[in-house]
């Protein structure tokens, strides 16, 4: 069979060969790592090669696709139980990353749909379960693609007839997070891609310093006119040039718009609000949880002191002071322009306004 | 003679012996280093093992008393010489340092003052001289402990009834950069002297880190009640827990207001204003330039790009990043409720009303 070819910065896959790259390494070394099955899979997972909800659940399924491909299967049993015994085990590495464990859920679901369906071969049941793997990776960058048109055409419409334009991103949302394209990143790329990008800016995004790290390294892979700024520079930078949009990715959405995503996103909307700045969220319409009215219910996740006052083991902050070192913040949705997903770009009050069909359509 | 004692954590002086504090070192080693003379003192100004303008002045000058101290004069015209000499080499360590050129200057204008006066011998002119300084160091800690009361009150009166207050502070503006008590740091130490204090946060001021080197250390050594924000945290502080006042030092103050300081006050500023909390700036009296009409004058300063890509020559960001990197930001009067110095706290239309006499009284 044909699998699909992704050559993207962070996962390159094809002909049933899988390798990443190790972002402990970055930005100091890019190296890329073989992943010849799942053990390799649940490894990278495990150590934080790989990161990014999405990004995590592409190479724990790519790892299996890599281990089952040269496998023959007499009966559809064993395949159905090494499936389900080694997503099960992959979801281990990182049990709090959830799209893996929904994508396992899917596949177990899918493989015992083909284990019961007598019409099905050994082969036929090991080809359609690979295709599925597929299409999950297909499916990712096709979504992270219609939200960069979206994206980049709603940031063009509202860019007061300006041809070219200056947007400013958070944190990484890049191809390191997902299946190869990235949500605020995608909306960015695809602005460059059309030529309608003067200059992008990204922020540190302390403590973890994703976008020193992570989204400079992708800017400058893809040669895009890029700033880094630190995380308080934000508003000089609003006051000294005309920045366009602000673009960032999101966690979860509630059903009012209100969106939870890393630390910093909140200062970032109320700066960009003083400076009547556009501020877009970026991400898939299954991140936004119309079971939950407003933020408020959000509990906001507290990360070890150690990540602030330290960088690599080496001391940086005063000993002995306490930190206060919340992983993300709730976006307010008075503060948010739009929310830019797949099937297009919601205001808070279009989100909303939408009806139940619509919803759980998907 | 009897020299003024100052005992504080950066500068040691006492019975003619001078000691400071590493700040090269910090916050890793606490290490004193005793300043026997002008050489000496030339050397931690220019390797910047002292910074802050006034820090930089006091330990100038008094490296100059420790010389002069234990010698005798038998004419005053080589004690004249020595002063004007030295001096000057004190103001080449650091050129860009104003408070030492000034205080240079009004010392050589004293010694040409006692030269010329005739009823002067060289044993009074020596211990006049001495006497300048030691009432340079006395001025710099009064003012400051002036600016304390002043803005203590200012924010205890403005708590809402609060007995109890929670401050956030920016950058370093402590013992560490003044002669020995700080401006906005004087300013909390005097809430937390007088019990007031329940909790004070300090950001990390990237990229040169003082909040979370030398703020921090303080805090620590001072035992406050203390935590270390990241930058990017302002607005969720805010969010989550009520902030009675915002206190920050200021580089320069223009006629109006407006305040020049280092980077990322001008967006704690807008982040205080949509959260309705008290924004108030420390500063001397001196520090205000009734010449600028406005901010607008004030250029900003760009520093090199390696003060944000590297930490301790460790590189933190992607190599190839472009980076933009001011060294401070000009916060508008509009969104300051209160200028603090030793003179007492103005509101920035109050500074306007300001008539002559009181501009240039000092």
Redesign the interface.
């Known amino acids: 069979m044909q699998l699909l070819r992704n050559n993207n910065l962070a996962i390159k896959w094809e002909d049933g060969k899988l390798e990443i790259l190790d972002q402990i390494l ?3 070394i890019s190296k890329y790592v073989a992943v010849k099955g799942v053990e390799d899979g649940w490894k990278v997972i495990n150590k934080m090669q790989v990161r990014g909800a999405p990004a995590i659940a592409i190479v724990g399924c790519l790892s299996l696709a890599v281990e089952i491909q040269p496998e023959v299967f007499t009966d559809k049993k064993s395949l159905r139980q090494e499936i389900e015994g080694k997503l099960n085990y992959l979801v281990s590495a990182r049990p709090t990353a959830v799209n893996m464990k929904i994508a396992a859920e899917d596949l177990i679901t899918l493989s015992n749909q083909l284990s019961k369906d007598d019409s099905v071969s050994p082969a036929d049941m090991k080809e359609r379960f690979l295709k599925a793997i597929d299409a999950m990776l297909e499916k990712d960058i096709a979504d992270n693609k219609a939200i960069g048109r979206h994206g980049a055409q709603a940031i063009l419409n509202n860019g007061a007839g300006d041809s070219l334009v200056r947007v400013l991103t ?1 944190c990484n949302t890049g191809s390191l997070a997902t299946a190869g394209y990235g949500t605020a990143l995608g909306v960015i790329r695809t602005l460059h891609a059309d030529k309608k990008l003067e200059q992008v ?1 990204c ?5 973890y ?1 994703q976008g ?3 989204t ?2 992708e ?2 892979h893809e040669k895009m006119p ?12 609003m ?2 040039r005309t920045i366009s949009a602000v673009i960032v990715g999101a966690d979860r959405v509630a059903a009012n718009g209100d969106t939870a995503n890393k ?2 996103t ?3 909307a ?2 960009a ?2 400076h009547s700045v556009p501020f877009y969220v970026a991400a898939p319409f299954t991140s936004i949880d119309f079971t939950i009215p407003n933020g408020d219910r959000i509990i ?1 996740e507290e990360r070890p002191e150690r990540e ?2 330290h ?2 083991d ?13 992983a993300f ?1 709730v976006t307010p949705a008075a503060l948010i322009t739009g929310i830019v997903t797949e099937k297009g770009v919601y205001s808070p009050e279009e989100l909303k306004g939408l009806n139940v069909s619509e919803k759980l359509q998907d």
């Not at 890029?226 to 930078?237: E, G, H, K, N, Y």
């Not at 080496?314 to 000993?319: I, K, L, T």
């Open positions: 970055l930005p100091v958070h800016y922020t540190e995004t302390r403590p310093n020193a790290r992570l400079a390294y800017l400058v890029a700033t880094l700024i630190c995380d308080d520079m934000v508003a000089a930078l006051k000294s630390i910093g909140y200062q970032i109320v700066v609000n003083y906001i602030m006052t960088i690599n080496q001391r940086v902050a005063a000993a002995g002071i306490q930190c206060w070192n919340p913040d």
